[in-house]
């Protein structure tokens, strides 16, 4: 027989079953056996978990300030998340309540059908990760209460922001969104 032909069948075959395995995709299902009937069945699957683990002033000068945050997030569940970024406000309580003076986002989302390169974060079933990011803020001359709070490092914080994960894999489970918000 022609090699041709086979080779052909053989492609058909390959591409059909990399196509049923991105049409269904993995799915996260945690069974549980209830230990006084034996009897098995699904558990709800817990939200990721989130603190504020430090902020802190690295550096201060009389033209800008950096800050460094960190975040720990946690994964209560057996199985793996994906956390595709964490978008937060920051606020010092004594300069104001409601005025944000800086804020940022750790992670990236997919844009497209497939995005290569993506900057997402692979959280492990039961594991923990710390995710930092840092701001510079230069010095205007407008705040000097604000910026005499750096100096003397009495500045309360309060960061706010959401965490947008989802349960098992970017293209299959549901996206899921964790709002925060702590105060130090």
């Given at each position: 027989m022609n090699r041709k032909i086979f080779v052909g069948i053989a492609m058909g075959a390959f591409i059909a079953i990399l196509g049923g395995i991105l049409l269904t995709g993995p799915t996260i299902v945690i069974p549980t056996v209830?230990?006084?009937?034996?009897?098995?069945?699904?558990?709800e699957v817990k939200?990721?978990?989130?603190?504020?683990?430090?902020?802190?002033?690295?550096?201060?000068?009389?033209?800008?300030?950096?800050?460094?945050?960190?975040?720990?997030?946690s994964n209560p569940n057996p199985g793996a998340m994906i956390v595709q970024t964490m978008d937060y406000q920051?606020?010092?309580?004594?300069f104001s309540e409601?005025?944000?003076?800086?804020?940022?986002?750790?992670g990236s989302r997919?844009?497209?059908?497939?995005e290569f390169g993506s900057n997402y974060y692979v959280l492990l079933g039961g594991g923990?990760?710390?995710l930092k990011d840092s701001q510079t803020l230069k010095n205007s001359g407008n705040t000097p209460d604000l910026w005499k709070s750096f100096e003397d490092d009495t500045a309360t914080w309060r960061v706010s922001g959401t965490v947008f994960y989802n349960l098992s894999s970017m293209t299959s489970g549901q996206e899921n969104e964790l709002r925060f918000e702590f105060t130090e």
């Open positions: 209830d230990s006084t009937t034996g009897i098995q069945s699904t558990s939200p990721i978990q989130i603190e504020l683990d430090d902020i802190s002033i690295s550096r201060i000068s009389e033209r800008s300030v950096t800050i460094d945050l960190a975040f720990k997030l920051l606020f010092e309580t004594n409601t005025e944000q003076f800086t804020g940022g986002g750790i997919p844009t497209g059908m497939v923990e990760i710390v």
